[in-house]
């Protein structure tokens, strides 16, 4: 066996963390950490267990980062066409507050303008079209690589710029 080997997997590849009871061929029955994960179209599960029986809160404390990690992702992700707004207003996250909102403000995407409202909290900037809450986008600042004025066909427009990993 090569001792050099190790496994690295980015939190941005795994769909789910759970804990099992697992047969072991070293040690019966044991508890099993089982972290399920995607890449491109491919699909892998891992399961690990412990060698050391004395360590059982290793497991716990990795399904409890992984729990910490999944539930902020609202804050680090861009969401489209999500539940963020309701009756007109944005259902703002924990110690968020609204900066600005202005009504009257075109989406352009799709070559269309559809009217809606922009809103910029401390931590994302928020459009939603007037006559549809499910039309929306949530950008949060860690995806924005740029912010430009462009001439289109509707006129003078801001455009919000976002990494390529943004939404994926």
Known sequence: RDPKINLSIGFNCVGNVSIHSAASRLRGTTQALYVNTKFNSSRFEFVFTYLIQESPRLFSTVLAVWKAYDSSRIYRDLKLRSAIVQDQELILLPREEVLTKQ??????????????????????????????????????????????????????????????????
């Open 103 to 168: 009504g009257g403000v075109s989406n352009l995407s799709s070559d269309q303008g559809n009217i809606g409202t922009l809103i910029i909290t401390n931590i994302r900037t928020v459009w939603f079209a007037t006559f549809a809450d499910n039309f929306n986008v949530s950008i949060p600042y860690v995806q924005i690589t740029g912010v430009k004025v462009r001439d289109s066909k509707f006129g003078t427009a801001f455009v919000i710029e976002t990494s390529p990993h943004a939404g994926s």
